[in-house]
């Protein structure tokens, strides 16, 4: 039973001279799981957003796209908003209410449903995701993973038939992002919704996967089961937006079946033999020193730095990972200067960071790049942010970027141009905080490419993130934060074939003979 | 409460607020010969006037995006009258009623009082103020494409705004502190208010200026890029 | 003050706005002290801060100081001033004048204490959906806008484009903080507006729903209070109630229908206090059967 056909279908906005969507054409049988994947620009969030008639933008449509055997333009407001479901990428901006239940009554109260249903919905639904203990509880202070089971949750109260979600992990913590992802396919699994997700990356899908969709410049360049895709020779691109184990094989071709997860991963790679590793020697001078440094919110808060100690040295690129909350952000920005501890010291360049006034430490020699890129930004184009500067002779060319507005850039665009931004004040030593959340294969290896560059003018890097995969290709050191202090820190490969849980899906697979 | 579950009894409380506060009104003006019953009837007629004017815009349908926008100039507005000497609250008022139209200007105006008061303190005088300031942002809806179009109607404008806000609160000055409306006794409070209500009015139209037109910039790019 | 906390939000708001318009109708003496006695008890009740009372008082003592000084009326000068007699009937008016703001004050910040945003939405809910809806979103970007403000603000100081300590730079910093965080927050209004679109938002009449029940003792306490508000103000229809200031001081005649008005009105201002003290001991009992 067919719930949406695409025949033809082509979209141009507005304004735009090429299509985003040229003759696409598929459809998806009722309770299928579909994966649409692409890099940023491939029109995966347009396609949804013309299966969702409320936020379909300006622009010329042709061909057909047909929901239950009738065209989407012709379903009334009701049935579009109650039979399909949406949740979008950002879980912080689609809440509405202040509350946790006034969230998950929304849909009820603007359909206007009686009491008994609404109340039944709503019951059921947060009991499923477990929000009845927090009913009461104010939006804010949930985290971002609980966030994001929320946005699903409110869109699951009105029974919708299909549901649409437009990356929603991508600016989630693995953790979280697993969770969304299993809680995600029982839905599917048990009710039979029919979900339709967009996402770059595909490790945690794969394996609930009915139908892989690949987009590419606006044209449908792959659709079937994973298998089926994967055994028509997949290009390079659709490769890259592939998990670990599938580019695993195809890049070592041990032949047989193409794993699709790590547990089918590790019969396959178990014996695969350790790549000899050249040992660096690097006697730099540390650069970066924290000593027992203490640090809390407030007089009567709790500490979130308790007695924490650091040293980085000259040219190295440091992670540090850690749950969310761990307070890595906070580390960041005490050693940044931005934060002040109470106790301790915190000395960058063999002086200490009190003794730096005027701002002086912010002009050739500390700076941070934040979580949220946007904050960099505060011209309304890209390009007065760099007055005076020859933007071609950038490590990372954004001259294309330019004359235009800091939002209608990609997600790996801006962060690249925030990127080069802070790089500006030729700092000598760099904070970055989660610098490729909601970046794509492709805009993470520009990120890679550019961060040696400077690496090989001497800068230093002390980067906080989630992606193991990340600090396996480029980190010299890492550390790992736990309650407040650093409880470990090694050279990466030792840390990565260390560690169970962060460490990357290449190194579980191969027992830590790779990372 | 039971009685908000269905429509019928809705439309009654609806109906009957209002009447219940005119009759109210009326009889506190009968019996209270003396004393303060100008401040009371002031309050209760605006309150009278606040319920009608927010009642009516669920009819009117204000839709998703124009609401959303006026939560978060209200936002602004209250998250700005935190920060010390930088108070825009009413310029905010302003663009958003130029900007976004008569209704949302009206509840950006009157909510936004309404939710700074919850952390400067509500009063009797509250409906007052929420309804001064719904109407500037009402009538900066109203005014619309003069405001937007010219620089000098817009600082008049903020003039207007100023004078009118303090005046009108002045009512309240005036009969909350001596216990009656006479006309030389709120002549004599608006007279002491002039100093601030220069300052007011002066402050008004600097935040206009320099903030009507991002406002405008980035309000009408959004409304290219997503079609308002 | 569990009671208003827990009481439904009509039923106090009714309170609230009764015991202001009588307060200020009545203007007596009696009246006024009535209220302020009972409002400082509930204020403190409340667990209202001491800086905030302070605030009050200086209200009071300004107020109290200003009338006698400004007021040249009144018919028993006490003394003089230059040539402005500072009178007896001045004095007593601007002492009633402060105390009633006072009590006004202190009834409104527990009014403001007790009220969070929940309570606020349901109390507009039933004249305006919209309105309801627009303070539910205010309250959810607030927290956010902060932060995010923290962040720019930060994120500029870390780039070195914090500007210098003096006043104009600091503010011309301040004003780019404040574009970039509009930018970002109309930005974002559009992602939150099309989730509301797609939930259904303007497909037809919104209902509204809320969790506060009518119990039991909300309708004793409305009954109550319908009944002390008829008892207190059809009396004083047919005597005067009200106290004389100007130009000697006229006090009401003490007679039945006073008294009965009167009563009723400290009644009525106790009304909630005695629902507390009430429901205190009945949880005692309660947990001692337990």
Known sequence: MEILTAKNLSFTYAKAEKPSLSSVSFSVDRGQFVTVCGPTGCGKSTLLRLIKKELTPKGEISGELLYDGKPISELSERQSAEKIGCVVQRPEEQIVSDRVGGELFFGAESLGYTRETAYRRVAEVSSFFGFDLDFDKKTPELSGGRKQLLALASALVTSPELILLDEPTSRLDPVAA??????????????????????????????????????????????????????????????????????????????????????????????VEAENREEKERKDKPVLELKNVFFRHKRDGADVLKGLDMTVNGGEIRFIFGGNGCGKTTLLRCAAGLARHYSGKV?????????????????????????????VFTHERIGDEFKGVDLSALPYDISPLAGRHPYDVSGGELQMAAFCRVMLNSPRLVFLDEPTKAMDAAAKKIFIDTLFEYKKKGVTFVVASHDTELAAECADNCSMMFDGRLICTCDTYEFLRGNRFYTTDKCRMTGGALV | MTVLKNKNARNIIRCAVPAVLTVSAVLCALFASDGRKYAVITVIVTLLTLILFLSGFDSKRIGSRRLVLGAVFITLAVAGRFIPQLKPLTALVIISGMLTGAETGFLVGSLSVLISNIFFGNGPWTPLQMVSMGLIGFFA??????????????ALYGVLCGIFYSMFMDIWTTCSATGSLEFAEYLKSVTAAVPFTIIYSVSNVIYLLLLAPPFQRKLGRIAEKYGL | MTWFQKCNPFVSLIYFIAVTTLAAVYNNPYHTAVTLICTVIMFIMCGGKRKTALGFFVIFILTFIVNPIISKKGAT??????????????????????????????????????????????????????????VSAVLRFTPLYVRQAEQIAEQQTALGAQGGKSIPEKIKHGGRVFSALSTWALENGIVTADSMACRGYGTGRRSFYTAYGFKKSDGLFLTFELILIVSTVVPSLFSSCTFGYYPGIVIPELNALFLLS?????????????????????????????
Not at chain 3, 117 to 130: D, G, H, N, R, V
Not at chain 3, 266 to 287: G, H, N, Q
């Open chain 1, 178 to 271: 697993a969770d969304f992802i299993s809680m995600l396919a029982r839905i599917n699994k048990e009710t039979g919704v029919t979900v339709i997700i967009a996402e770059h990356n595909t490790s945690l899908l794969l394996e609930h996967t009915d139908r892989l969709m690949f987009l590419e410049d606006g044209k449908l360049t792959a659709f079937g089961s994973p298998r089926e895709v994967l055994e028509s020779k997949p290009s390079y691109k659709v490769l890259s937006d592939m998990p670990a184990p599938v580019r695993m094989f195809f890049e070592r071709e041990p032949g047989g079946k193409c794993p699709l997860t790590v547990k089918e991963g590790r019969a396959v790679f178990s014996g």
């Open chain 1, 347 to 375: 000395s960058v360049f063999d002086k200490k960071i009190t003794d730096y006034k005027n701002g002086e430490l912010y002009i050739n020699n500390v700076s941070m790049l934040c979580q949220d890129a946007t904050a």
């Open chain 2, 141 to 154: 809806g109203v005014l619309s494409k003069p405001l937007q179009k010219n620089k000098i109607i817009l």
């Open chain 3, 77 to 134: 000068p006490l003394l003089f001033i230059g040539n402005d007699p500072i009178t007896l009937e001045a004095i007593v008016y601007g002492l009633n004048s402060a105390s009633l703001i006072a009590a006004i004050l202190f009834l409104f910040r527990c009014f403001t204490e007790m009220t969070d945003s929940e309570k606020l939405m349901y109390l507009l809910s039933p004249f305006s959906a919209t309105a309801a809806l627009t």
């Open chain 3, 262 to 290: 009167a009563s009723s009105y400290a009644l009525l201002v106790l009304l909630p206090l005695i629902f507390e003290i009430t429901d205190r001991i009945k949880w005692k009992y309660l947990l001692q059967k337990i």
